[in-house]
């Protein structure tokens, strides 16, 4: 795979199933036009698709209870409006699309009432005079020429969005029989996500932070609105985040979420909960075995069971979770789907069940789950395996402390001796998965072995793992990442005299670390959008003034030892700093701070910064961004490991 070939990642979304119409939308980048191409298309359950629409930004297709309407997101061209997501809907059986929102700043993907009639969504609005509004005196004021923010909070901006106060997210309502306007449900003075409607089509079910948002918090409160006016009722005070709620068919109201209770408020493992009228929700999964993945959709109560994905050992599994459990653990979970892949999306009617699964030869496929096993339906991958991918092997080894490293080697072609890369993810809670990555494939196509993993801090592998690091990072974590490098240089066809090692916001804090604790052990480094000093980001990123104390506290001594930027001088290798010039979630003076430290000390320093990105340019920068930098990472390591 060559920097380029990212044009042939095509990504579906979260499909929707009513009856025999399958829709999902599939997403890739488009170099030409420096944009995301996306359409919706229609799988055939007995295999085969067609273009559903033709783009080219379409996407979160749903499809009425009744069967008879597909409802929308589509984006055109152009500023404003007419650049952004507006709600669509059109008829099951074809025919021209019907634009029923022109939101200024767009809309969120739209929910079925029961009368198939109604839609709920939530959409950002602008106070008068900001983001290409009109003022109070029919001005429209560039961004630079906007009036002054008063900030009183914290939480007041949000990496890869931007400021959030002065546009909060709002549950609007729509009418589809209708020409009319959408109706805001709730006020402008917080905002809300996630709608879900009650079974009786008269309220919606939105998150809230917690007592209406009223100061900071990083708890949630599930709140029903009624549409047609009236209080809110609040549903479920929880004791931490509240996530995609759904409704059982028998009443029962369920969400994703995690617990703050126990004083974890970082590498917590979300679980499925019920609410109880007029009680606490309940928990049905166990807190140390069961990791939800909530970027795989809302659950799926299917009969006595509710589907969910599950994240384990890099893979991410869809299981079932009987309706009456307690504290259920992962073995007690029946398997739907698992093994070497990771469930990124799914859908259920009646008794089919469909995924969309990724996996070391795939970005996702539509597949239908049955009792004689999975039935893949499409192949939109091909044109990236005939681009050629490299071979993964897994990984296993023990730290220095007897403890349990899991991971992969991606191998180059050829015999070797090949030079070695350790790439290392960020988070630090998350996990590499059992799937194509874009990056390994790339840095092993032009001759680079690739060695992943999961140290401990990363998700899935049980929440003890995941807060082994709170308060105690760059120790066992170091442990795991050197751990597994020298599992694989046991290998005779790597180059243990030619190593390098990467990383992006973990990763690259973790780079700048080892990069000064263990230089001997690399010829250079590459780090990435890092954290390299906990005192400024506690006060410059999007989530410091919690996420700081969360994984390393509030002492600043502490802070200063357990920053990268503290031992700067000890870097003896050639190290690339590299940024984005918009990312709020790792600040751009994180880069500049060690670039200039780096230099001081005489260490060979470039520093590589990119206009116009936030935090996530690796997985949704511009398209000739991603090149780039690709090209710009094969260029450095050409020239310090050759």
Not at 199 to 226: I, K, N, Q, S
């Amino acid at each position: 795979m060559r920097p380029a070939d990212i044009e042939v990642l095509a990504v579906p979304g979260r499909p929707a199933l009513r009856g025999d119409l399958l829709l999902a939308a599939v997403s890739s980048p488009d170099l030409e036009t420096d944009q995301y191409r996306s359409t919706i298309r229609r799988i055939s359950l007995s295999g085969g698709e067609t273009p559903w629409t033709h783009g080219p930004r379409d996407s979160s297709p749903a499809i009425s209870p009744d069967g008879r309407w597909v409802a929308f997101l589509r984006a055109g061209d152009g500023k404003g409006a007419e650049g952004s997501p507006q709600v669509h809907v059109m008829p099951v059986g074809g025919g021209e699309s019907r634009r029923l929102t022109s939101l200024h700043l767009g809309a969120d993907a739209p929910v079925w009432a029961p009368d198939s009639r109604w839609l709920a969504f939530t959409a950002r609005d602008p106070e008068p005079g900001r983001y290409g509004t009109e003022d109070a005196d029919e001005r429209t004021p560039e961004p630079a020429a906007e009036a002054p923010r008063l900030i009183k909070r914290l939480d007041y901006r949000i990496d890869n969005i931007g400021f959030l106060r002065d546009r909060p997210k709002r549950l609007f309502v729509l009418d589809t029989f209708e020409d009319s306007e959408p109706e805001a449900v709730t006020p402008r003075d917080y905002s809300v996500s996630q709608p879900v409607w009650t079974p009786d089509g008269e309220r919606v079910v939105v998150t809230v932070p917690h007592d209406f948002d009223r100061t900071e918090t990083r708890e949630h409160d599930l709140v029903a609105f009624p549409v047609d006016g009236g209080e809110p009722e609040v549903l479920a005070a929880c004791a931490g985040y509240a996530d995609q709620p759904v409704y059982a068919p028998d009443g029962t109201l369920y969400f994703i979420g995690t617990s703050h209770e126990d004083g974890v408020v970082v590498a917590s493992n979300a679980g499925l909960y019920a609410v109880v009228p007029d009680g606490k929700p309940r928990r049905l999964t166990d807190v140390e075995t069961v990791d939800l993945e909530p970027g795989s959709g809302p659950a799926i109560p299917l009969g006595d069971e509710v589907l969910v994905a599950v994240r384990n050992r890099g893979a991410v599994e869809l299981r079932a979770i009987p309706a009456d459990a307690e504290g259920a653990k992962l073995d007690d979970l029946r398997v739907l789907h698992a093994g070497h892949s990771a469930v990124h999306g799914f859908a259920a009617d009646g008794e089919t069940v469909v995924a969309v699964v990724a996996g070391l030869d795939t970005a996702g496929e539509l597949v239908v789950l049955g009792s004689d096993g999975p039935r893949v339906l499409t192949d939109y991958s091909k044109p990236l395996r005939d681009k050629g991918l490299c071979e993964v092997v897994e990984l296993e080894t023990t730290a220095p402390d007897g403890y349990p490293v899991h991971g992969w080697l991606v191998l180059p072609e050829g015999e070797g001796p090949h030079p070695v890369l350790r790439v290392v993810h960020g988070g630090p809670f998350a996990q590499q998965e059992w799937t194509v990555f874009d990056e390994a494939q790339v840095y092993a196509s032009a001759g680079f072995a690739v060695v992943l993993g999961n140290p401990r801090g990363s998700a899935g592998y049980g929440q003890s793992h995941g807060t082994s690091v709170v308060h105690n990072l760059g120790t066992v974590d170091v442990d795991d990442v050197l751990a597994l490098l020298d599992k694989a240089l046991e290998r005779p066809d790597l180059d243990s005299s030619r190593t390098g090692i990467m990383g992006g916001s973990y990763g690259g804090f973790m780079t700048s670390w080892v990069a000064a604790k263990h230089p001997d052990r690399f010829r250079a480094a590459w780090s990435e959008r890092a954290v390299n000093a906990w005192d400024s980001f506690a006060g410059s990123s999007d989530i410091g003034y919690y996420f700081t104390e969360g994984y390393v506290g509030a002492d600043p001594e502490e802070q200063r030892r357990r920053s990268p930027l503290s031992y700067a001088a000890d870097v003896r290798i050639p190290f690339a700093v590299v940024h984005s010039e918009q990312d709020w979630r790792c600040p751009l003076e994180q880069a500049q701070r060690q670039f200039v430290a780096l230099r001081q000390a005489g260490v060979e320093t470039e520093f590589l910064l990119f206009p116009g990105e936030g935090h996530e340019l690796t997985r949704s920068g511009k398209p000739r961004h991603r090149v780039q930098r690709f090209e710009a990472a094969l260029a450095w390591w050409t020239r310090h490991l050759s």
